[in-house]
Each structure stands twice: as C-alpha cells, then as structure tokens.
C-alpha cells in the first residue's frame, strides 16, 4: 500500500482519523476510563451503533457496488450473534452451575455438571439434553471458528444455487428475503435447538472476567471500533483497481462482462460471501453489547431497514453506508426510546414511537425519488464548490 | 485456409417461431465476412448461439484446432477462447473512464483471485497505445459516459481490440457514424482481419463494399447466398428478398 493508494483514497483517511478520534473521545468521556459524561449504556449503543455500521458497509458492497440488492444479510449478521452466544451462554453457566455445586458433599461427576448446564440452558424450552449444535459450545475458539464458517458457508451455498440459475433484480431479493424468513421460523421452533423464542440471553456476563460492565462496555466499543476501520479498509482495499472496476460493470450491465470473459457468477458469488462473512462478524460483536438474541432479530423486515440505512446514506461509498447506518439507528434509538417529545396537536397527539417508523418510510421514499445519492450525495456537493472556487 | 469456427446445422426456435434454421457457415483463421440479410433475418441471433447467449435446439459449433465444442460453454469460457463481440448499441460501461473500460478489456487472466491481485502499472503504456490507436488517448481518463456516440463506438473497438481475439463478431459497427468515422473504421476492421477473424454485420452496402470481403446473405434463418458482393447482388433471389425491397 504506497502513497498513490492514500492519496487515491483521501475518504479513507479521513474515515479513520475520525472513527480513532470519536473512540478517544467516548474513551475520554466514558465512566470507566474517564469522566464518566458517557453513561455505560450509551456506550454500548455506540458500540453496538459501530457494528451496525459495519454491516452497512458490507451491505453496500453488495448492493452499491455490486448492485446485488440481498435482503437477506441481517441473517449472517444474525447467525454470527448466535455463535458467539453459544460459547457466551455455555462458559458463563458452567460457571454458575460449577459455582452452586461447589459446596456438596459428594463432588459432581462430569453428566451431572453437563446434566445441570443443559437444564440450566433448555429448561426454558422443556428440554435438558444438549443439542448437537451445541457440541462446540465448550470453546471459544472453536465457536470463532463457527461465527464465520457457518454464515459464509449458508451464504456459499445459498448464493451458489441462486447466481448459477441467473437469479437477478426482484426475484433474487424476494428469494434472499425467504431465505431469512426460513431462518427465522425455524429458530422460532423450541427445538430448533437455540433455545426457540427466547434466544440466548445474558450475553453481556463474559464468563471468566469480574471487570464492572462500564468496562466491558469500552473493550467492546474498541473492538467494534477496530473491526469497522479494519472493515473500511478491507473493503476500500478490495474495490481498488481492477476487481472493482468488474464489480461496477457487473452491476451496470453484467452480460457485457460476460461476454469480456469474466465468470460474472464467480464475482457475485465472492462478494456475496465475503459480505455475508464480515455482516457475521459485526453481528458477533453487536450481541455481547445487546445481552440478548432472539429470532425476531432476523425477521426480514430487519435487512429491509438495513437496505433503508444504506439508502439513505448513499449507496456506492463506503462512508455513505456509515452515514445512513448511524445517522438512522441513532436517531431511531432516540425516537423509540422514550426521550422524543410527543407533540400534543389538542385532538391528537403525535407519539414519536409510533409515528417514527413512518417518517423514516416517507424519508426513505423521498430519498429514493429525490436524492439517489443519499446524504452522501452532499458530500459531491461540497467537492462541486471547492471546484468552480 | 484452416477454419477456426464451423457452425453446422443449427437451428433455434422461440416459442415456436424458427429464428435460425438449419444454418452452416465457416470461417477461416484470418478472415473477413459480411454478413448482410434484412431486419429480422437472425444475425443478431447467430451472433448470440456463437458467443453462448443463446442455446441452439440442434447442430454443432465447433471451434480451434483442437475441434472443441462451443456449445458446452458459458459465455466468458468462449470469451475467454478468443471469440469477441460487438454489441448494436454501443455498450461501454459509462461509470468508468476510458483506461478502466480498456483495463477491464485487456486479455489478462479473469478469475476472481487474479484480477484481486491485479497491478496495472505493467500495462498503462499498452493501454495508452491502445487509446492511441484509437484516437482517445486525450480522453483517457475521462469518464466513458462523458464521450460522443461516434467515441463510445471507437472505445468499444479498442476494447475488442484489447481483447485480442481470435474472432471478432461486429453487429452493425457504423450505425449512427459520420462519414469520416466510417473510413476510420473500416481500415480498422480490415487491419484486425489481416491477423483474425472478423464477421461484421452491416446494413450498409457502401460499407460492405470497401470491406471487399466474401459476402453471406441471411434470410429467414438461414444462409441464402455465398460469395462476393457482386455475385451474390445479382443472385435473383437475393435481390427479391432484400435488395429489391
Ligand atoms: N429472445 C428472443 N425471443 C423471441 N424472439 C426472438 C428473440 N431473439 C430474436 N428473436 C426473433 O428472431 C428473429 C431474428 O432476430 P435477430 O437475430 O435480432 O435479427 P437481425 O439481427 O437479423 O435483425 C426476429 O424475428 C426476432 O424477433
Ligand atoms: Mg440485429
């Protein structure tokens, strides 16, 4: 990586200056290594809103860049919460059945610590026994191993069926939104083996550590912080040169890449994959942050907003992505979350939590038909200025 | 003369209505061809059957020295083997500057892991003596939406061109070109088929005739006449069908 690449590159630079200097600052403000301004659990809505911006990121690459319209990538980003939730929920039980057995006379053989876990887990859905899933949940590394195996594999095969019968436009996004749907339903089930509509909870426990969650919160924020400039990076790095040159074409007309002689399928088909492993990897770090996943997570309409945020950021730049992502959950935590004035009109009175999911439906309308570009589009402005200056 | 492609047999139905019939050619390693016949004759459709857009119902298209089957293939496999097409319209990818569009062209390796490890700097001085050739070296880093018909055609050329391919397939290359741009043109394509092989299709009959090439006439599907432009114009047959109109 030379200068020409930075200097070919001055988004990225910047992107990462900002996101070091936003992470010092929530370090300098957070009550754990700081002045305690940040409270722990808006830290881990940022963190969690850096996560959200990763899978952005991805979603744009298949979407912006590649012109795969996947409503389907929240399963991935889904799938990767579950095992690293898995391990979560595994190690920090064992803890507290090994804790609570301490103290018998006869010391516990090796079923009756795993009989105890596994009621301790599935007792919620009347079961006891361990699942086979479960039979890496022991360790970490092996359930790591899992967070990017299991969704890319699920995105492999899916999109190998998908891209090999020409699947395009509506239909593959109807057929990525069954896909998730499918996912959904059947995690539902209580014996789909992670525990049906419960999930897996008490994910922000890590096992093995007694640092206060204030501190959790700002490890996770790093890491999410880290992953996201690794993400950007990886990302911009890819789409340089020539591979991003054929994935534009693909996307402006992929019959005309074919007949240059490229395996458009092969490209899709890369792409479709790596984004789904990197959208599993910030759902990885996202969940610890949350506590809990459920399988309403990965209903579909959870892709549809994350095509929304990408939308409305601008759809074709990384930092678009980013935009629309934080700029959207941010604002949806505001206006969700209580602290959004109602507005008495006298007869009626508008309540944000109800009436937020519409503005951003109207937004999203109105940025599709007005501004294809998306807030990003300003940023060409602004360059349009320094121009004719 | 050794051929390099030979198209036997093959005919092509859409919902029933015969679009290629029964239709054999051939052509030699470093030949040209016109290839003329009236709207609706299936030019564009033999075009697709080589190039692997469309699957004929029957016949066999065999190609190379080593007699391998197109058939099989999908369409980058055949780009991949040297066969090159031309699109009606003038399709460049308008996003990206004149470089890219010949960068993405150039004959390089086209797997996903090779062109991510692609580096362009060996190939830019290839890439400006392409734009040269082709008279757009001042537009070389211009976007590709940003140039005139008459331009987008010529960088279509060039990116054939780039391509180096064995066979070149031209759907009506001088549509919508004026005069001067026709001569340019012309000299190119017969430059390319001193070394390949080219098959244009061409309405124009001006144009055909300073291609000075042997001549196929389609019509319905299938080839009507063979051979030089003055033999087969006065072929009665050919004139009642498209000449006469
Ligand atoms: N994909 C298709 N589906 C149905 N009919 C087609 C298709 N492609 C071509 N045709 C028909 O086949 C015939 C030959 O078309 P074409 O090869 O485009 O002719 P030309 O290029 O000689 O003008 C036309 O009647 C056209 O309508
Ligand atoms: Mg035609």
Same mark, same amino acid.
């Given at each position: 990586?030379?200068?020409?690449?930075?200097?070919?590159?001055?988004?990225?630079?910047?992107?990462?200056?900002?996101?070091?200097?936003?992470?010092?600052?929530?370090?300098?403000?957070?009550?754990?290594?700081?002045?305690?301004?940040?409270?722990?659990?808006?830290?881990?809505?940022?963190?969690?809103?850096?996560?959200?911006?990763?899978?952005?990121?991805?979603?744009?690459?298949?979407?912006?860049?590649?012109?795969?319209?996947?409503?389907?990538?929240?399963?991935?980003?889904?799938?990767?919460?579950?095992?690293?939730?898995?391990?979560?929920?595994?190690?920090?039980?064992?803890?507290?059945?090994?804790?609570?057995?301490?103290?018998?006379?006869?010391?516990?053989?090796?079923?009756?610590?795993?009989?105890?876990?596994?009621?301790?887990?599935?007792?919620?859905?009347?079961?006891?026994?361990?699942?086979?899933?479960?039979?890496?949940?022991?360790?970490?590394?092996?359930?790591?191993?899992?967070?990017?195996?299991?969704?890319?594999?699920?995105?492999?095969?899916?999109?190998?069926?998908?891209?090999?019968?020409?699947?395009?436009?509506?239909?593959?996004?109807?057929?990525?939104?069954?896909?998730?749907?499918?996912?959904?339903?059947?995690?539902?089930?209580?014996?789909?083996?992670?525990?049906?509509?419960?999930?897996?909870?008490?994910?922000?426990?890590?096992?093995?550590?007694? $640092?206060?969650?204030?501190? &959790?919160?700002?490890?996770? *924020?790093?890491?999410?912080? !880290?992953?996201? /400039?690794? @993400?950007? =990076?990886?990302?911009?790095?890819?789409?340089?040169?020539?591979?991003?040159?054929?994935?534009?074409?693909?996307?402006?007309?992929?019959?005309?890449?074919?007949?240059?002689?490229?395996?458009?399928?092969?490209?899709?088909?890369?792409?479709?994959?790596?984004?789904?492993?990197?959208?599993?990897?910030?759902?990885?770090?996202?969940?610890?942050?949350?506590?809990?996943?459920?399988? $309403?997570?990965?209903?579909? &309409?959870?892709?549809?907003? *994350?095509?929304?945020?990408? !939308?409305?950021? /601008?759809? @074709?730049? =990384?930092?678009?992505?980013?935009?629309?992502?934080?700029?959207?959950?941010?604002?949806?935590?505001?206006?969700?979350?209580?602290?959004?004035?109602?507005?008495?009109?006298?007869?009626?009175?508008?309540?944000?939590?109800?009436?937020?999911?519409?503005?951003?439906?109207?937004?999203?309308?109105?940025?599709?038909?007005?501004?294809?570009?998306?807030?990003?589009?300003?940023?060409?402005?602004?360059?349009?200025?320094?121009?004719?200056? | 003369?050794?051929?390099?492609?030979?198209?036997?047999?093959?005919?092509?139905?859409?919902?029933?209505?015969?679009?290629?019939?029964?239709?054999?050619?051939?052509?030699?390693?470093?030949?040209?061809?016109?290839?003329?016949?009236?709207?609706?004759?299936?030019?564009?459709?033999?075009?697709?059957?080589?190039?692997?857009?469309?699957?004929?119902?029957?016949?066999?298209?065999?190609?190379?020295?080593?007699?391998?089957?197109?058939?099989?293939?999908?369409?980058?496999?055949?780009?991949?083997?040297?066969?090159?097409?031309?699109?009606?319209?003038?399709?460049?990818?308008?996003?990206?500057?004149?470089?890219?569009?010949?960068?993405?062209?150039?004959?390089?390796?086209?797997?996903?892991?090779?062109?991510?490890?692609?580096?362009?700097?060996?190939?830019?001085?290839?890439?400006?003596?392409?734009?040269?050739?082709?008279?757009?070296?001042?537009?070389?880093?211009?976007?590709?939406?940003?140039?005139?018909?008459?331009?987008?055609?010529?960088?279509?050329?060039?990116?054939?061109?780039?391509?180096?391919?064995?066979?070149?397939?031209?759907?009506?290359?001088?549509?919508?070109?004026?005069?001067?741009?026709?001569?340019?043109?012309?000299?190119?394509?017969?430059?390319?088929?001193?070394?390949?092989?080219?098959?244009?299709?061409?309405?124009?009959?001006?144009?055909?005739?300073?291609?000075?090439?042997?001549?196929?006439?389609?019509?319905?599907?299938?080839?009507?006449?063979?051979?030089?432009?003055?033999?087969?114009?006065?072929?009665?047959?050919?004139?009642?069908?498209?000449?006469?109109?």
């Amino acid at each position: 990586m030379g200068k020409s690449f930075i200097k070919n590159h001055p988004t990225l630079l910047i992107f990462l200056a900002l996101l070091a200097l936003f992470t010092l600052g929530v370090t300098i403000m957070s009550e754990a290594y700081g002045t305690a301004f940040i409270s722990t659990s808006f830290v881990k809505t940022l963190g969690k809103t850096l996560c959200l911006c990763l899978v952005a990121i991805a979603m744009d690459v298949v979407w912006g860049y590649a012109g795969i319209l996947s409503l389907g990538h929240f399963a991935f980003f889904g799938l990767g919460g579950y095992m690293v939730g898995m391990w979560l929920m595994y190690e920090r039980t064992q803890e507290v059945v090994l804790r609570s057995l301490e103290n018998q006379v006869i010391p516990p053989t090796e079923t009756e610590i795993s009989d105890a876990i596994a009621t301790q887990i599935f007792g919620v859905v009347g079961s006891a026994d361990f699942p086979l899933i479960w039979s890496f949940a022991h360790s970490l590394t092996l359930q790591l191993i899992l967070v990017v195996a299991v969704p890319g594999l699920l995105a492999l095969v899916f999109g190998w069926l998908a891209f090999r019968s020409r699947v395009t436009g509506v239909y593959l996004s109807i057929l990525t939104q069954a896909m998730t749907l499918a996912l959904a339903l059947y995690l539902f089930q209580n014996d789909s083996g992670l525990r049906g509509n419960n999930g897996l909870s008490g994910l922000q426990n890590l096992p093995h550590v007694t $640092a206060p969650q204030s501190e &959790i919160s700002m490890w996770f *924020l790093w890491a999410s912080a !880290a992953a996201l /400039g690794l @993400g950007y =990076l990886f990302f911009t790095m890819m789409l340089t040169g020539k591979f991003g040159m054929v994935v534009k074409g693909i996307r402006d007309n992929e019959q005309r890449v074919r007949f240059l002689g490229y395996e458009v399928e092969h490209y899709k088909l890369f792409l479709f994959t790596v984004t789904a492993i990197v959208a599993a990897v910030a759902g990885a770090l996202y969940y610890p942050q949350a506590g809990i996943i459920n399988p $309403a997570e990965i209903m579909p &309409i959870a892709s549809i907003y *994350l095509a929304v945020w990408v !939308a409305i950021g /601008g759809r @074709g730049r =990384l930092y678009g992505a980013v935009i629309g992502a934080a700029f959207v959950s941010l604002l949806s935590t505001w206006f969700t979350g209580g602290q959004a004035p109602d507005i008495p009109l006298g007869f009626y009175t508008i309540s944000w939590v109800d009436w937020w999911q519409v503005l951003l439906g109207i937004s999203f309308v109105l940025v599709t038909l007005y501004a294809p570009k998306g807030i990003g589009g300003l940023f060409d402005l602004l360059k349009c200025k320094e121009v004719q200056k | 003369m050794s051929t390099l492609l030979e198209v036997s047999g093959v005919s092509v139905s859409f919902d029933g209505f015969k679009a290629i019939n029964n239709l054999s050619f051939q052509i030699g390693k470093a030949e040209m061809r016109a290839v003329i016949g009236p709207n609706g004759a299936g030019k564009t459709t033999f075009m697709d059957i080589i190039t692997g857009k469309t699957k004929p119902d029957e016949g066999r298209v065999i190609w190379g020295d080593r007699s391998i089957s197109l058939l099989g293939m999908s369409e980058a496999k055949i780009a991949q083997q040297g066969v090159c097409r031309k699109f009606q319209k003038p399709t460049v990818f308008e996003d990206q500057s004149v470089c890219d569009n010949l960068m993405m062209a150039l004959k390089r390796r086209r797997s996903v892991w090779d062109v991510l490890k692609y580096r362009p700097a060996a190939d830019i001085a290839r890439l400006e003596q392409l734009a040269d050739e082709i008279g757009l070296l001042g537009e070389f880093n211009r976007q590709s939406g940003e140039l005139s018909h008459g331009q987008k055609q010529w960088l279509e050329i060039g990116m054939l061109l780039a391509q180096d391919p064995k066979l070149l397939l031209v759907d009506e290359p001088a549509a919508g070109m004026t005069p001067s741009e026709r001569e340019h043109t012309t000299n190119l394509l017969v430059e390319a088929a001193k070394t390949r092989a080219v098959v244009v299709v061409e309405h124009d009959m001006e144009f055909i005739r300073r291609l000075n090439c042997k001549v196929t006439v389609l019509h319905e599907g299938s080839v009507l006449a063979e051979g030089s432009l003055d033999h087969v114009t006065s072929n009665q047959e050919v004139i009642d069908v498209y000449l006469g109109r």
